[in-house]
Structures are given as C-alpha cells and as structure tokens.
C-alpha cells in the first residue's frame, strides 16, 4: 500500500493543491492501495469530507483508506516528533508527503515540496524549522517542486537532491 | 470606485500588505477610484480601513475565484512563492496582473504584456505600474501560462514512478 500523507496540511493554497490529488485518488477508477492521512478541522478536512459525500462508497472497493488524525497533529513539536520517528515502511511501500517535512525513516518517499519559507523564511521560528528539514532529509529523498526557480533556490540552502519539477493542474 | 483590485493572501511578512497603508499609496488608490480588497479580517490590518483597502476576511478557494472574476486585476505583492497560485488562476480568468518582477512570475507569465511588473520595492513603483494599468488596460489574450500544467493523474504516476 502507499501513502499520502498530508496531516500537516492546512493552509488554503496548499489545501488547493493537495487537494487536487486526494480528488483525483477518491474519484479515479485506475487507482488502488492508498492510505490518505489528514487532519481534523483542517481547510483539507473540509474540502475531503464533500468529496467523499460525492462518491460515497465508491472508493472502498479499491482499497483507498482515509484516515483522519486528531488536529492535535498538526502543532509542529508533535508533527516533527512523527516524522523523526515513525518508520513508514513497516506498513507502507511508497510514500508521498505534502506537509513540508519528510519522515526520516522511509527510503522510498517523495516529498512535495511548496513551503517557500523553508527556504526564504527569515525568522528564528523558519530557521529552526529549516534545521529540523535538514535533520529529516535523507539521500534517498526525492523531491518534487511546482517551478525551476524553487528547485534552484532549495539547491541553494539545502544543497542537491533528486527531483522532479511539474507544474499541475489545481 | 472605478477599478476593483483583489490580492489574495494570508496575512505573512512576505506578502507585503503593509505597503497599502502607506499614505501615498492609499492617497493614490482614493484619488484614481481604485480600490484593493484583501482577504484578511479588519482587526489584522493594523489601521482603520478606508474605501480604497477593504478587508473581507479569509475566504474560501471558491469565493475567492468568483471575486478574481468580478475584479478589473490582480494585485500581488508578495516577495517569494514557491508557486504563486493567484497568479495562474488569475491569467485563467483572462486578468491583468500587476506583480513585482521577481523568478516566480516570470516562470508562470514569461515576458507577456498581459501582466504589469513594478520592479522594485517601495510604493512609488506600485503607484507608476498602477498608472500604467490605468492608461494601457491590458486585453485579455488568449495564451496563458509559459509552462504548461500536467494534469493530477500523469503527474501522480510520475511521483509514484520516481520512488
């Protein structure tokens, strides 16, 4: 099984976006074994919930699993605590991150990345933020960014990773 | 007022929304009927709000692209983005956009005249690139975004492809 894991995800740009995946995995025929993580009382949660009242039933026959974490998830000491220490591949095959911050202990992870303060954020909170990154990113990460000129800034501050760089449709 | 301007963004340093208080562009924007709404509730503002900067409080995706619709622009001002959504929604609803001159827009918009860059910082240069909005009135063209955009299921096989 694989995994989208957008718990951390709240935001309503980054709502959109991510949101434009767990639509299209809800609702497409073609695609099977997902686990999608998110968040209560999250813009995410809101925009799930009417999804899956328009498809009721229609995706549990493919093994899509929708799981709802308390909000209590998305405070960033519990956030980076999961990320540090769950050890995703026990459960999972592949997995695919939309809130920032990569689990350490998944080798086959892509992370979507669209937190532009993680690398332009000047404050102590962003700095601090941007070393818990540096802890939690491993060689094997891959990377996925929407433009050239994130993925050029991030090669910048964080040095080179493997990646993709596709902008979608929202 | 004349001319209705929406800039979409949460209340963050980067985003810029200070420069709407200062008084020479809030002079400019009440002298030439423009006015700015915001998606950012009153009390965030720091300032009483006029005419010419309304706040309408945060606001949902939906809403937010039915009043990118019924404005004459999109105004936007924020220092960096790794995407800058408001920036492809409003070129698909066929919208003049006035922005700094910064990577994140040319990557999305290229060098099309569709689009107003002021290029640096400060309100003078908002002022002259919004006279220039003012005097050229941009037309809707039919080519949108430099890059194209993939749709959701080929660019999911390709995560799942990559890993």
């Known amino acids: ?170 | 007022m004349n001319y209705k301007l929406f800039y979409p963004a949460s209340l963050l340093p980067h985003k810029n929304h200070h420069l709407l208080l200062e008084p020479k562009l809030l002079d400019y924007l009440t002298v030439n009927n423009i006015q700015v709404r915001l998606t950012i509730n009153e009390d965030q503002l720091l300032a009483k709000p006029t005419e010419a900067v309304i706040c309408l409080g945060p606001l949902n995706h939906d809403d937010c692209i039915a009043l990118l619709r019924e404005s004459d622009a999109l105004l936007f001002l924020s220092e960096f983005e790794s995407l800058g959504l408001p920036l492809i929604e409003a070129v698909n609803a066929r919208k003049p956009v006035i922005s700094y001159d910064l990577p994140y827009c040319r990557e999305l918009l290229g060098d099309s005249p569709y689009y107003i860059l002021y290029e640096s910082e400060g309100v003078n240069p908002i002022c002259s690139a919004l006279t220039r909005f003012l005097l050229d009135q941009p037309k809707p063209r039919q080519s949108l975004l430099v890059r194209d955009t993939l749709p959701v299921s080929t660019v999911w096989s390709r995560f799942l492809n990559a890993i």
Request: with cysteine.
């Open chain 1, 1 to 170: 099984m694989d995994l989208l894991w957008a718990a951390g995800v709240n935001g309503e740009g980054s709502s959109v976006v991510t949101f434009s995946f767990v639509e299209f995995l809800i609702s497409s025929e073609d695609v099977s074994d997902v686990c999608i993580v998110y968040t209560s009382e999250s813009t995410l949660s809101a925009k799930i919930a009417l999804a899956e009242a328009c498809n009721a039933g229609n995706h549990s026959s493919r093994n899509i699993r929708l799981v709802r974490l308390p909000k209590l998830c998305r405070l960033y000491p519990i956030h980076l605590l999961v990320k540090y220490f769950f050890p995703v591949s026990l459960w999972f095959r592949r997995c695919v991150v939309f809130d920032d911050f990569p689990f350490r202990l998944c080798p086959r992870q892509l992370l979507y990345f669209h937190q532009p303060n993680l690398i332009f954020g000047s404050t102590i909170l962003w700095k601090l933020k941007r070393l818990a990154f540096m802890m939690l990113k491993t060689k094997r990460l891959t990377i996925s960014f929407q433009t050239f000129h994130i993925r050029d800034s991030y090669v910048r501050v964080f040095g080179n990773c493997k990646s993709l760089c596709l902008l979608h449709q929202v």
